[in-house]
């Protein structure tokens, strides 16, 4: 992982977020990027060089948050304002910085403060190019990752984010837990995600990957992951994301916006290799 990029709009959860960015660059051995976008008019896709309050006031915060939190980190750190869509914005910036990573903070379902994070955070996982970490506001992570949860069921797509979660992990030198989820009796489907499992377990074992299995029957997919999670005390949740198309563009499925409204712990959303190509066009 050569770069990790942290969306920033100075709010409490995003300088939470940037601080988990920071962490997570430091045990990676990345370097840093930020962005903040002034989203006041939604049109341009970069700053006039014409100074004004919004750009000084935003430069001001982010050589704050360096002084305070970084000053003493070993990568390249470095920020970037730019005008338009949030969610475009961001991903342009990802595709610029070649980020391996993009960090946001979400709200959740408890809080909210007037500022673009929370209401965005959807969004930035749908149209980024890359898998996005997106950290809720209350999750404590004064430890290192050590304990990252991949949830296995019975679709195709489910593989498709095991070579990038389990770089992830060997790099974090984390261990595994493989969640087999049944959310049916059918045997069919059960076999569907027993192959699935053993295909995970022998990626694993390629890369010398430690790992634990569990396999649960469960009608609400959601409480199950959330309920191990709680369970195992982990740290990350490596999830794809199901992608619905509408009038004007992606959305994220409604499975993947319940984990990443309601897990009390970091989710790593990636996405289908067809949306990739997609949204790096």
């Not at 004004?52 to 430069?59: H, L, P, Q, S, V």
């Not at 960090?103 to 209401?119: D, R």
Request: with cysteine.
């Amino acid at each position: 992982m050569k770069n990790i990029l942290a969306a920033i709009d100075f709010s409490k959860g995003s300088v939470h977020a940037f601080r988990y960015a920071l962490k997570l660059a430091t045990q990676l051995h990345s370097n840093l990027s930020m962005i903040w976008v002034d989203n006041e008019t939604g049109i341009g896709s970069g700053l006039s060089l014409d100074d004004n309050e919004y750009r000084n006031e935003a430069i001001r915060n982010f050589n704050e948050l360096i002084s305070k939190y970084a000053k003493d980190f070993p990568g390249e750190i470095n920020y970037k304002l730019r005008r338009g869509k949030v969610y475009q914005e961001v991903a342009n910036m990802a595709n610029m910085s070649d980020s391996d990573i993009i960090v946001a903070g979400t709200h959740g379902v408890t809080g909210y403060e007037q500022y673009w994070i929370g209401s965005n955070a959807y969004r930035i996982v749908s149209y980024a190019p890359c898998p996005v970490i997106t950290v809720r506001f209350n999750f404590n992570f004064d430890q290192d990752i050590s304990t990252v949860v991949l949830p296995v069921d019975a679709t195709p797509d489910t593989r498709q984010k095991v070579p990038f979660a389990c770089g992830l992990i060997k790099d974090l030198g984390a261990t595994m837990h493989i969640l087999g989820l049944h959310s049916t009796s059918l045997q069919s489907l059960r076999r569907k995600t027993e192959s699935n499992i053993e295909e995970v377990v022998k990626y694993a074992e390629k890369e010398n990957i430690e790992y634990i299995i569990t396999e649960l029957q469960a009608a609400d997919i959601t409480k199950a992951i959330i309920g191990h999670v709680e369970k195992n005390h982990a740290d990350l949740i490596a999830i794809m994301t199901e992608q619905q198309r509408s009038a004007s563009g992606l959305l994220l499925g409604p499975q993947a916006q319940q984990l990443v409204n309601f897990s009390p712990i970091p989710v790593l959303s990636i996405q289908p290799k067809e949306i990739y190509s997609l949204s790096s066009r």
